[in-house]
């Protein structure tokens, strides 16, 4: 079993730390190491140990214990945070393979560093003592922040079941039941197209279409708000109908067969 091991520190002109920010530190670093484990598929059974404490400040080294992890794994687990405390704003905060979620956590992470002090992360060269240093400047990581909170606009489509109707709210809007996520998306429309939303309803078990501006944060995708333009609903797919398509297209897949065409899908997708 290989070893899995980076070095975290605070430098701080005095020696030691108050007990409250060492609580906050130990949990966002966990968390971050954590978010990057599951962008990475490590094993989730692991625990994050830290040792070596010495007294500049705070410094110790973070170790992934009790989790079953080989060389390869260590080598992606290591190239990943080193690019995830080196990216920039050129890259657009974007490190492929690595969700949003763990940059904005090594954001908050640097953030805990007060006026004249620096949080950086330390990078074995593989089994040698010698550690390569990343600085995660306060700076850096405002902007980080301010880049994947920020609220975005887009044209866009849910299909998914009409959970429940506000109609005299203002502006009046209804849930649905995303089909994807099966998350509740609130959407708004406007007073004349009631008649649309009404028709829609006709048939409970219906899943409608839906179309319009949606706002939603860069972090997690989640939305916030779906303007509605157009919507119909969508006849259910019987059974039989449903098998009438298979083999319909067999030059689609070119040489692969269907279950080879899905698994490169889903590895181009990975990022494999």
């Not at 797919?237 to 070119?254: I, N, Q």
């Amino acid at each position: 079993m290989a070893r899995l091991r980076v070095k975290i520190e605070l430098q701080r002109p005095a020696a030691g730390i108050e007990m409250s920010k060492l609580e906050r530190l130990s949990k966002t670093t966990q968390q971050m190491l954590r978010s990057l484990g599951e962008d990475l598929h490590i094993p989730a059974d692991g625990t994050w140990v830290a040792q070596k404490f010495y007294d500049q400040g705070l410094g110790f080294d973070a170790v992934y214990e009790t989790g079953d992890v080989d060389e390869l794994q260590v080598e992606q687990y290591i190239h990943a945070l080193d690019h995830v405390a080196t990216v920039d704003a050129a890259e657009r905060w974007a490190v492929r393979g690595v969700s949003p979620r763990t940059l904005v956590l090594s954001a908050r992470m640097a953030k805990l560093a007060d006026e004249g002090e620096t949080i950086r992360v330390g990078i074995y060269n593989g089994q040698a003592p010698a550690v390569s240093w990343r600085p995660l400047p306060r700076s850096r990581a405002e902007s980080i922040i301010e880049y994947y909170e920020q609220v975005v606009s887009y044209r866009g489509m849910l299909q998914g079941l009409i959970h429940s109707l506000f109609k005299e709210s203002d502006p009046p809007y209804f849930d649905l039941r995303d089909i994807a996520s099966k998350e509740l998306v609130k959407c708004y429309y406007k007073p004349e197209q009631y008649d649309d939303v009404y028709a829609a309803l006709a048939d409970k078990r219906a899943v409608v279409l839906v179309s319009g501006w949606i706002q939603t944060r860069r972090s997690d995708r989640e939305i916030s708000k779906f303007e509605v333009d157009k919507i119909r609903s969508v006849k259910l797919v019987s059974k039989s109908e449903l098998e009438k398509f298979f083999g319909s297209a067999p030059g689609w897949t070119g040489d692969l067969t269907t279950e080879d065409f899905i698994e490169a899908v889903r590895k181009r997708d990975d990022g494999q």
